[in-house]
């Protein structure tokens, strides 16, 4: 039974829009409060809700019940379905007059491939609305006190991807050495060696500190201090997981674990 059938079986509580749209929607890094109050507003207007693996628990939480829910996710080897499949089932949702949320971890157009999702709906003649969400890199290094500019440190910030398209170029590592700059690689882990290798070769110093942001923003956040000489000796030792997020530049040298949580009183729980 494809996506279609199941929501006709499944009774829809709304009743469906004379022509269909897809709204392409950021969901945030994790932390569910992180969510724009626009992109609340059409989540719970939603019919159908198509989302990828970084979207959290908390924020699927505030998804109305009665939408259906399709998980396309997608991780190292494993592709519930392929980018153009998702394109497709997007064009059908939205073809059977459907309400079609397309959620994303982040922001849709920074290593979401929202763009590409935009361009295949347009070319189909289907409406399609951009949310924009916070991204990663501004909210996981904001969260840990790690900021991407700073007057004395880094006058310019660069994001980068750690997984290129297969036969891709890949990235122009001589500009990314460069001073007063801070690199954020995205999906960075299973490449971690090569990229330190790289921008070691290039002329950055092993020194460089660097922090990897494991589940950024969220309850299990961890922030993972190092160099980039040791990176491949810090993942080792500690075994960072996905999501994650890669932090290289003189801004890290800045962080500082946050202090315990003093226990409040218990009448102030209670106000």
């Known amino acids: 039974m494809n996506a279609i059938d199941q929501l006709s079986e499944a009774g829809e509580r709304r009743q469906p829009v004379k022509n269909g749209e897809v709204w392409l929607?950021?969901?945030?890094?994790?932390?569910?409060?992180?969510?724009?109050?626009?992109?609340?507003?059409?989540?719970?207007q939603a019919d159908v809700v198509v989302f990828d693996r970084l979207v959290s628990a908390e924020v699927m939480a505030l998804?109305?019940?009665?939408?259906?829910?399709?998980?396309?996710?997608?991780s190292m080897h494993r592709h519930t379905l392929?980018?153009?499949?998702?394109?497709?089932?997007?064009?059908?949702?939205?073809?059977?007059?459907n309400r079609v949320v397309r959620l994303k971890g982040g922001d849709p157009f920074i290593?979401?491939?929202?763009?590409?999702?935009?361009?295949a709906l347009r070319r189909q003649g289907v409406a399609c609305h951009i949310v924009p969400g916070i991204t990663a890199a501004s909210g996981c290094a904001a969260a840990?006190?790690?900021p991407l500019t700073h007057r004395d440190f880094a006058q310019s910030v660069r994001f980068v991807t750690g997984h290129c398209r297969d036969g891709g170029a890949p990235p122009d590592w001589r500009t990314l050495v460069s001073e007063g700059q801070t690199l954020v690689f995205y999906m960075g882990l299973a490449q971690s060696d090569a990229i330190a290798a790289q921008l070691m070769r290039h002329g950055m110093a092993g020194s460089t500190p660097l922090a990897i942001i494991e589940r950024g923003t969220r309850a299990?956040?961890?922030?993972?201090?190092?160099?980039?000489?040791d990176l491949s000796g810090l993942i080792a030792r500690q075994r960072p997981v996905s999501p994650s997020l890669l932090v290289?530049?003189?801004?890290?040298?800045?962080?500082q674990p946050a202090p315990a949580a003093a226990e409040r009183p218990a009448a102030a729980l209670a106000v």
Not at 111 to 119: A, L, N, P, S, Y
Not at 220 to 229: C, D
């Open 220 to 229: 299990r956040q961890r922030v993972l201090i190092g160099t980039l000489a």
């Open 248 to 255: 290289i530049g003189a801004v890290v040298g800045l962080y």
């Open 63 to 74: 998804l109305p019940a009665e939408a259906l829910r399709i998980d396309v996710g997608k």
């Open 111 to 119: 290593f979401g491939r929202g763009g590409e999702e935009m361009v």
């Open 25 to 44: 929607v950021g969901a945030g890094p994790g932390d569910a409060e992180l969510l724009t109050l626009k992109a609340l507003r059409v989540m719970r």
């Open 82 to 97: 392929s980018q153009p499949e998702i394109e497709r089932l997007l064009v059908e949702l939205a073809s059977a007059g």
């Open 144 to 146: 840990s006190g790690i």
